[in-house]
Protein backbone atom coordinates (compact mmCIF):
# COMPACT_ATOMS: atom_id res chain seq x y z
CA UNK A 1 0.00 0.00 0.00
CA UNK A 2 1.37 3.23 -1.22
CA UNK A 3 1.50 5.63 1.52
CA UNK A 4 2.63 8.56 -0.33
CA UNK A 5 1.41 8.98 -3.95
CA UNK A 6 2.21 11.42 -6.96
CA UNK A 7 -0.58 10.48 -9.28
CA UNK A 8 0.57 12.62 -12.52
CA UNK A 9 3.67 10.73 -13.53
CA UNK A 10 4.88 13.82 -15.84
CA UNK A 11 3.78 17.44 -16.42
CA UNK A 12 4.79 20.08 -19.03
CA UNK A 13 5.02 23.46 -18.74
CA UNK A 14 6.07 26.49 -20.80
CA UNK A 15 9.10 28.75 -19.45
CA UNK A 16 7.76 31.41 -17.13
CA UNK A 17 5.05 29.73 -16.02
CA UNK A 18 3.64 28.34 -13.02
CA UNK A 19 4.97 24.23 -12.35
CA UNK A 20 2.23 22.74 -9.61
CA UNK A 21 2.81 19.30 -8.44
CA UNK A 22 0.89 17.57 -6.02
CA UNK A 23 1.12 14.86 -3.67
CA UNK A 24 -1.11 12.71 -1.40
CA UNK A 25 -0.35 10.90 1.41
CA UNK A 26 -2.42 8.61 3.63
CA UNK A 27 -0.16 8.03 7.33
CA UNK A 28 -1.70 10.87 9.41
CA UNK A 29 1.36 10.17 11.51
CA UNK A 30 3.66 12.00 9.07
CA UNK A 31 4.96 15.44 10.13
CA UNK A 32 7.89 15.82 7.58
CA UNK A 33 7.53 16.55 4.22
CA UNK A 34 10.77 17.27 1.90
CA UNK A 35 10.62 17.84 -1.97
CA UNK A 36 13.61 16.24 -3.68
CA UNK A 37 14.22 17.14 -7.92
CA UNK A 38 16.13 14.42 -9.33
CA UNK A 39 18.20 14.70 -12.70
CA UNK A 40 19.60 11.65 -14.61
CA UNK A 41 22.22 10.26 -13.57
CA UNK A 42 22.84 11.89 -10.31
CA UNK A 43 20.97 11.41 -7.06
CA UNK A 44 18.03 12.99 -6.05
CA UNK A 45 18.67 17.00 -4.50
CA UNK A 46 16.69 18.15 -1.36
CA UNK A 47 14.83 21.48 -2.58
CA UNK A 48 12.51 22.02 0.36
CA UNK A 49 10.38 21.03 3.12
CA UNK A 50 7.56 21.65 5.72
CA UNK A 51 7.01 20.60 8.93
CA UNK A 52 3.21 19.44 9.80
CA UNK A 53 2.88 22.70 12.10
CA UNK A 54 3.17 25.05 8.65
CA UNK A 55 0.80 25.32 6.09
CA UNK A 56 3.17 27.59 3.66
CA UNK A 57 7.09 27.49 3.24
CA UNK A 58 8.74 29.16 0.61
CA UNK A 59 12.48 29.48 -0.93
CA UNK A 60 12.86 31.63 -3.69
CA UNK A 61 11.46 30.62 -6.89
CA UNK A 62 10.08 27.59 -4.63
CA UNK A 63 7.01 27.16 -2.53
CA UNK A 64 5.17 23.87 -0.89
CA UNK A 65 2.00 24.25 0.59
CA UNK A 66 0.69 21.48 3.34
CA UNK A 67 -3.37 20.80 3.49
CA UNK A 68 -3.32 18.17 6.29
CA UNK A 69 -7.05 17.67 6.62
CA UNK A 70 -6.54 16.84 2.90
CA UNK A 71 -3.83 14.48 3.70
CA UNK A 72 -2.30 17.00 0.56
CA UNK A 73 1.09 18.95 -0.12
CA UNK A 74 1.95 20.91 -3.27
CA UNK A 75 5.17 22.09 -4.76
CA UNK A 76 5.03 25.29 -6.64
CA UNK A 77 7.83 26.73 -9.04
CA UNK A 78 7.27 30.12 -9.93
CA UNK A 79 8.51 31.13 -12.97
CA UNK A 80 9.89 27.66 -14.04
CA UNK A 81 13.06 27.64 -16.08
CA UNK A 82 14.23 24.98 -18.72
CA UNK A 83 16.89 24.00 -15.84
CA UNK A 84 13.99 22.28 -13.85
CA UNK A 85 13.16 19.73 -16.16
CA UNK A 86 14.07 17.08 -13.68
CA UNK A 87 12.15 14.39 -11.70
CA UNK A 88 10.54 15.64 -9.19
CA UNK A 89 9.93 13.20 -5.66
CA UNK A 90 7.35 13.91 -2.96
CA UNK A 91 8.93 12.29 0.57
CA UNK A 92 7.43 12.30 4.30
CA UNK A 93 8.58 10.74 7.47
CA UNK A 94 7.60 11.07 11.24
CA UNK A 95 8.97 11.95 14.55
CA UNK A 96 10.42 8.65 15.89
CA UNK A 97 11.14 7.42 12.66
CA UNK A 98 14.57 8.07 12.47
CA UNK A 99 14.76 9.39 9.08
CA UNK A 100 13.26 6.87 7.16
CA UNK A 101 11.63 8.19 4.15
CA UNK A 102 8.28 7.16 2.53
CA UNK A 103 9.08 8.47 -1.16
CA UNK A 104 6.47 8.69 -3.94
CA UNK A 105 6.92 7.39 -7.13
CA UNK A 106 8.48 10.65 -8.77
CA UNK A 107 6.43 13.25 -11.27
CA UNK A 108 8.60 13.96 -14.27
CA UNK A 109 8.58 18.08 -15.43
CA UNK A 110 9.10 19.32 -18.48
CA UNK A 111 9.58 22.92 -18.77
CA UNK A 112 9.92 24.41 -22.60
CA UNK A 113 11.34 26.97 -24.19
CA UNK B 1 32.55 20.81 0.94
CA UNK B 2 32.84 17.05 -0.62
CA UNK B 3 28.97 15.95 -0.52
CA UNK B 4 28.11 12.52 -0.07
CA UNK B 5 30.16 10.19 -2.35
CA UNK B 6 29.73 6.37 -3.50
CA UNK B 7 31.65 3.79 -5.26
CA UNK B 8 31.61 2.32 -7.80
CA UNK B 9 29.33 4.13 -9.83
CA UNK B 10 27.82 0.91 -11.95
CA UNK B 11 28.71 -2.57 -11.20
CA UNK B 12 27.29 -5.52 -13.21
CA UNK B 13 27.17 -9.18 -11.15
CA UNK B 14 25.41 -13.04 -11.96
CA UNK B 15 22.92 -14.37 -9.78
CA UNK B 16 23.77 -15.63 -6.54
CA UNK B 17 27.06 -13.31 -6.43
CA UNK B 18 27.61 -10.93 -3.82
CA UNK B 19 28.26 -7.42 -3.80
CA UNK B 20 29.40 -4.41 -1.39
CA UNK B 21 28.42 -0.60 -2.46
CA UNK B 22 30.46 1.81 -0.29
CA UNK B 23 29.44 5.24 1.02
CA UNK B 24 31.04 8.10 2.08
CA UNK B 25 29.35 10.71 4.21
CA UNK B 26 29.01 14.70 3.80
CA UNK B 27 30.89 16.32 6.12
CA UNK B 28 29.89 16.80 9.61
CA UNK B 29 27.82 14.08 8.72
CA UNK B 30 27.04 11.15 11.33
CA UNK B 31 24.43 8.75 10.18
CA UNK B 32 24.12 6.82 7.13
CA UNK B 33 20.88 5.71 5.34
CA UNK B 34 20.40 3.50 2.33
CA UNK B 35 17.47 3.34 0.14
CA UNK B 36 17.16 1.04 -3.04
CA UNK B 37 15.10 2.46 -6.43
CA UNK B 38 13.91 0.46 -9.12
CA UNK B 39 13.56 1.64 -12.22
CA UNK B 40 10.35 4.15 -12.63
CA UNK B 41 9.72 3.78 -8.84
CA UNK B 42 10.77 6.15 -5.87
CA UNK B 43 13.77 5.35 -3.25
CA UNK B 44 12.76 2.71 -0.90
CA UNK B 45 14.40 2.17 2.99
CA UNK B 46 16.79 -0.28 3.38
CA UNK B 47 18.15 0.78 6.48
CA UNK B 48 20.17 2.99 8.67
CA UNK B 49 23.31 3.62 10.47
CA UNK B 50 24.13 5.71 13.40
CA UNK B 51 26.76 4.97 15.99
CA UNK B 52 28.09 1.78 14.10
CA UNK B 53 24.89 0.39 14.49
CA UNK B 54 21.47 -0.25 12.69
CA UNK B 55 18.95 2.06 13.64
CA UNK B 56 16.22 1.14 11.49
CA UNK B 57 15.21 -1.13 8.83
CA UNK B 58 12.96 -1.22 5.55
CA UNK B 59 11.03 -4.48 4.76
CA UNK B 60 14.32 -6.18 3.21
CA UNK B 61 15.98 -9.90 3.41
CA UNK B 62 18.54 -10.74 5.61
CA UNK B 63 20.43 -11.04 2.45
CA UNK B 64 20.66 -7.32 2.68
CA UNK B 65 23.05 -5.93 5.22
CA UNK B 66 25.51 -2.88 6.14
CA UNK B 67 28.13 -1.83 8.35
CA UNK B 68 29.37 1.78 9.19
CA UNK B 69 32.88 2.39 10.05
CA UNK B 70 33.95 4.60 12.79
CA UNK B 71 34.61 7.33 10.23
CA UNK B 72 30.85 7.33 9.19
CA UNK B 73 31.38 5.87 6.27
CA UNK B 74 28.93 3.32 5.11
CA UNK B 75 29.06 -0.59 3.40
CA UNK B 76 25.98 -1.84 2.03
CA UNK B 77 26.50 -6.09 1.20
CA UNK B 78 23.73 -7.51 -0.72
CA UNK B 79 24.29 -11.71 -0.95
CA UNK B 80 22.74 -14.26 -3.08
CA UNK B 81 21.84 -11.75 -5.83
CA UNK B 82 18.42 -11.81 -7.59
CA UNK B 83 17.69 -10.27 -10.90
CA UNK B 84 15.34 -8.39 -8.45
CA UNK B 85 18.37 -6.65 -6.75
CA UNK B 86 18.69 -4.94 -10.41
CA UNK B 87 18.42 -1.11 -9.35
CA UNK B 88 19.95 2.18 -8.67
CA UNK B 89 21.18 2.25 -4.71
CA UNK B 90 21.47 5.54 -3.28
CA UNK B 91 23.10 6.66 0.02
CA UNK B 92 21.86 9.47 1.97
CA UNK B 93 24.11 10.97 4.87
CA UNK B 94 22.56 13.34 7.44
CA UNK B 95 23.18 14.60 11.11
CA UNK B 96 21.64 13.38 14.04
CA UNK B 97 19.77 15.52 16.53
CA UNK B 98 18.41 14.93 19.91
CA UNK B 99 15.29 13.40 20.00
CA UNK B 100 16.49 10.38 17.65
CA UNK B 101 15.39 12.43 14.52
CA UNK B 102 17.66 13.27 11.81
CA UNK B 103 18.18 16.16 10.14
CA UNK B 104 17.46 16.90 6.64
CA UNK B 105 19.36 13.78 4.36
CA UNK B 106 21.38 14.40 1.22
CA UNK B 107 21.89 12.00 -1.03
CA UNK B 108 24.64 10.21 -2.93
CA UNK B 109 24.96 9.45 -6.77
CA UNK B 110 23.87 6.74 -6.77
CA UNK B 111 25.66 2.89 -7.53
CA UNK B 112 24.01 1.02 -10.69
CA UNK B 113 23.65 -2.36 -10.27
CA UNK B 114 22.98 -4.86 -12.79
CA UNK B 115 22.30 -8.60 -11.73
CA UNK B 116 22.46 -11.03 -15.09
Known sequence: D???????????????????????????M????????????????????????????????FTVFLNK???????????????????????????????????GKGTKLSVKP | DAGVTQSPTHLIK?????????CSPKSGHDTVSWYQQALGQGPQFIFQYYEEEERQRGNFPDRFSGHQFPNYSSELNVNALLLGDSALYLCASSKRLAGDSTDTQYFGPGTRLTVL
Not at chain 1, 13 to 25: A, F, K, M, P
Open chain 2, 14 to 22: TRGQQVTLR
Open chain 1, 69 to 103: SAKHLSLHIVPSQPGDSAVYFCAANYGGSQGNLIF
Open chain 1, 2 to 28: QQVKQNSPSLSVQEGRISILNCDYTNS
Open chain 1, 30 to 61: FDYFLWYKKYPAEGPTFLISISSIKDKNEDGR
